[in-house]
């Protein structure tokens, strides 16, 4: 995962994820931080994107998916700097609301 500030008031996230088997999804969009949507490129389940930044080391982003909703992610950057928090919320298919967390530490 990798997040940076593109300029001009937009931010850029990109995610690359490689499974066991080898085979990667990709996902990478610049999007403004008011929380306008944009297009997301890539083979990542979700085609659209809507980014805020509450505070400086907090970065909100919300995916749809073929014009459905997908998740709400929730990003945040501890005080070292060096590890990150993933809330990550989604619904099961029969509606349920399924919250859950992963840590990130970042590579030297």
């Known amino acids: 995962m990798e997040f940076r500030d593109a300029g001009g008031g937009k931010w850029t996230s ?24 944009g297009p997301i490129r890539g083979n990542y389940w979700a085609d659209v994107s809507a980014v805020k930044m509450p505070a400086s080391n907090v970065l909100v982003m919300q995916l749809a998916d073929d014009g459905k909703p997908a998740s709400t992610r929730i990003y945040s950057v ?14 099961g298919e029969d509606g349920t609301p399924i919250l859950q967390t992963n840590h990130f530490t970042r590579l030297p």
Request: glycine letters at 8%; charged letters at 30%.
């Open 14 to 37: 990109r995610v690359i994820i490689v499974h066991a088997s080898g085979e990667q999804m990709r996902a990478e969009t610049s999007l403004p931080l008011d929380g306008r949507p």
């Open 78 to 91: 501890g005080e070292d700097r060096q590890t990150m928090t993933e809330t990550k919320a989604i619904f």
